[in-house]
């Protein structure tokens, strides 16, 4: 609630000297010797209403002078008017994700911190790529960051064929933001192996990415050695087994300096949840926001009763408090 015109309310400061002087100033009247007969007429007005009127005519006034003022409620409209950042995640699904030194797996652990940093971003596009021996997009880029979080719960290993390939994974992310007209273009490749699938080499793809304006991060997640994984057996069932596990960081660095990236290695679920909040730091969007308030006049509320009450005031001559000469 606000008033446009607050100034009328000055005009209030004059209602308790009128109160006193009404109250003050003696009542007109005559005299008689004996006024029992009048007393006991039906229509006779006690002392309180005979000062009705002036009641009805103080409140009537009080409320024209609000209704002058006059009162305003709004609310607050916002059309942002800047372009955000389009974002393509980029997640390994091979079986070396099901590796245990991430809790629960590489993979679950990726996926809970994926869900996270989407769900702190916003007027940003995301999409998701899924990779294994070849890149998918799971979901194009969209503002729809529910509908976004269920794609990536529904991305599990066997969605690909096994593999690792990192330069179908960049080229399918890029080829996703080639359209795109954002101030920002970037791609968020988590992996924790080494390339040995896919058509395109993956310092090609980091070219290819460069040229369109892409700039890719680039994580290797988990860490070195021996894990148990979840690997294909030879009757077509999975097993657990130890495998050995290797992450190729000196490509993942290469792609990430030659598009103005950068590199980082999680060896933990912490390690991994901070540097996609250092990401989160460095790629904001600066929201430009163009505010309009718009209002409704609410002076009616006061003028309806206002004129209420002065027609009582003007109807109680017709009425058993009507004047008595």
């Not at 008689?32 to 000062?51: D, E």
């Not at 209704?67 to 709004?74: C, N």
């Not at 503002?143 to 690792?164: M, Q």
């Not at 080229?171 to 970037?186: D, F, P, V, W």
Request: aromatic residues 8%.
């Amino acid at each position: 609630m606000r008033l446009a015109d607050p100034w009328f309310l000055l005009l209030l400061a004059i209602l308790p000297f009128w109160w006193i002087w009404n109250f003050r100033r003696k009542a007109e009247g005559a005299a008689y010797s004996n006024v029992s007969a009048i007393t006991a007429l039906a229509s006779y007005r006690k002392p309180i209403a005979a000062r009705l009127p002036f009641y009805f005519r103080f409140a009537a006034a009080a409320l024209v002078i609000i209704a002058l003022a006059r009162p305003q409620t709004g609310y607050r409209e916002e059309e942002v008017i800047s372009r955000g950042i389009d974002i393509m995640l980029a997640l390994d699904i091979s079986s070396s994700m099901t590796a245990s030194d991430l809790k629960p797996n590489r993979l679950d652990a990726s996926k809970k911190v994926i869900a996270d940093f989407i769900a702190g971003r916003k007027n940003d596009r995301i999409g998701l790529v899924v990779f294994a021996s070849q890149g998918l997009t799971q979901c194009p880029l969209t503002l729809d960051y529910p509908i976004l979080t269920s794609f990536l719960e529904t991305a599990n290993i066997g969605l690909v064929d096994d593999g690792t390939a990192i330069g179908m994974a960049i080229a399918t992310a890029s080829n996703r933001l080639k359209g795109s007209n954002a101030k920002s273009k970037i791609v968020i490749l988590l992996t924790d192996g080494m390339n040995n699938r896919g058509a395109i080499d993956p310092l090609t793809a980091a070219k290819l990415a460069k040229a369109t304006g892409v700039k890719v991060y680039t994580i290797g997640a988990g860490k070195e050695g021996l894990f148990y994984q979840t690997i294909m057996s030879q009757d077509g069932g999975r097993q657990r087994a130890l495998v050995q596990t290797e992450i190729d960081e000196p490509l993942l660095k290469q792609i990430a300096s030659s598009t103005g990236g950068a590199y980082f290695r999680a060896e933990d679920e912490t390690t991994l949840a901070n540097i996609y909040k250092q990401i989160d730091r460095l790629e904001k969007t600066d929201i430009k926001v163009k505010a309009y308030v718009r209002h409704t006049d609410w002076f009616m509320m006061f003028i309806i009763p206002a004129a209420a009450l002065m027609l009582l005031e003007l109807a109680l001559p017709l009425t058993r408090w009507r004047m008595i000469p």
